[in-house]
């Protein structure tokens, strides 16, 4: 099952987005949520991650900022991100599904096309 994100934009520094992430079909998808991002010439990055069991996980540079959450009934994942900077602006991507907390990028066979942010200082 292909997850869809959106929610992205162009925002000012210190602004906020809420980025959504929305699944057809099985609800298993949303067991575990995790959001990516890949900036111009960067690596995809794990950005946070919900495992199966409810642990939490963030990447050092949102911590704070950022608050991953998810509606299993909905079939949805949200991302909130607060205080966002420059360095943030990249496309954003969901997966969902995984075992663990927040598997590598290469993990993954196929992604959905993204949200694009970006942060203008």
């Known amino acids: 099952v292909q997850l869809q994100a959106s929610g992205g934009g162009l925002v000012q520094a210190g602004g906020s987005l809420r980025l959504s992430c929305a699944a057809s079909g099985s609800t298993d998808s949303f067991n575990s949520i995790a959001w990516y991002r890949q900036s111009p010439g960067k690596q995809r990055e794990l950005v946070a991650a919900?495992?199966?069991?409810?642990?939490?996980n963030y990447i050092d540079s949102v911590k704070g900022r950022f608050t991953i959450s998810k509606d299993g009934a909905e079939k949805k994942g949200y991302l909130q991100m607060n205080n966002l900077k420059p360095e943030d602006t990249a496309v954003y991507f969901c997966?969902?599904?995984?075992?663990?907390?927040?598997?590598?990028?290469?993990?993954?066979?196929?992604w959905g096309p993204g949200t694009q942010v970006t942060v203008s200082s």
């Open positions: 997966q969902g599904g995984f075992p663990g907390l927040g598997p590598h990028p290469s993990t993954f066979d196929s």
């Open positions: 919900i495992s199966m069991g409810g642990r939490i």
